[in-house]
C-alpha cells in the first residue's frame, strides 16, 4: 500500500535550518511529481513547492522562494525538502503529497516550530 513517511521537523530558532525528508513506498516513485504541502495552526493546506519526477523542474510559492530547495532521490524513493532562513510564519506541519489518480495522497506529516 502507499506510505509517504515524514521526518526532519523540530523546533528551530529564526534564522535556522532544517531537512525534511519523506520516505515513499508502495508506488512507482520515480514516475510521480511530488509535492510539499503545508499546514499552520488555524489554516488551510497551503501548496509549498513541487518537484517533476526526474528532479530537473521546480517550483516554489513566493512565501519560501530562495529560502527553500526540494529535491529527490529516485533510487532511495525519497523527498527532501531543504528549509534555510526559517520564518515564524514557516511553522506548520509539512506534508509530502502526490497526485495519485485524481485523489492527493500525503503522509501524516512533520511538525515544523519556528520559535527564539
Known amino acids: 500500500q502507499v506510505q509517504l513517511v515524514e521526518s526532519g521537523g523540530g523546533l528551530v530558532q529564526p534564522g535556522g535550518s532544517l531537512r525534511l525528508s519523506c520516505a515513499a513506498s508502495g508506488f512507482s516513485f520515480r514516475s510521480y511529481v511530488m509535492t510539499w504541502l503545508r499546514q499552520a495552526p488555524g489554516k488551510g493546506l497551503e501548496w509549498v513547492s513541487t518537484?517533476?519526477?526526474?528532479?530537473?523542474?521546480?517550483t516554489y510559492a513566493d512565501s519560501v522562494k530562495g529560502r527553500f530547495t526540494i529535491s529527490r532521490n529516485n533510487a532511495k524513493n525519497t523527498l527532501f525538502l531543504q528549509m534555510n532562513s526559517l520564518k515564524p510564519e514557516d511553522t506548520a506541519v509539512y506534508y509530502c503529497?502526490?497526485?495519485?489518480?485524481?485523489?492527493?495522497?500525503r503522509g501524516q506529516g512533520t511538525q515544523v516550530t519556528v520559535s527564539s
Open positions: 518537484i517533476n519526477d526526474d528532479g530537473s523542474r521546480t
Open positions: 503529497a502526490f497526485d495519485a489518480g485524481g485523489a492527493t495522497r
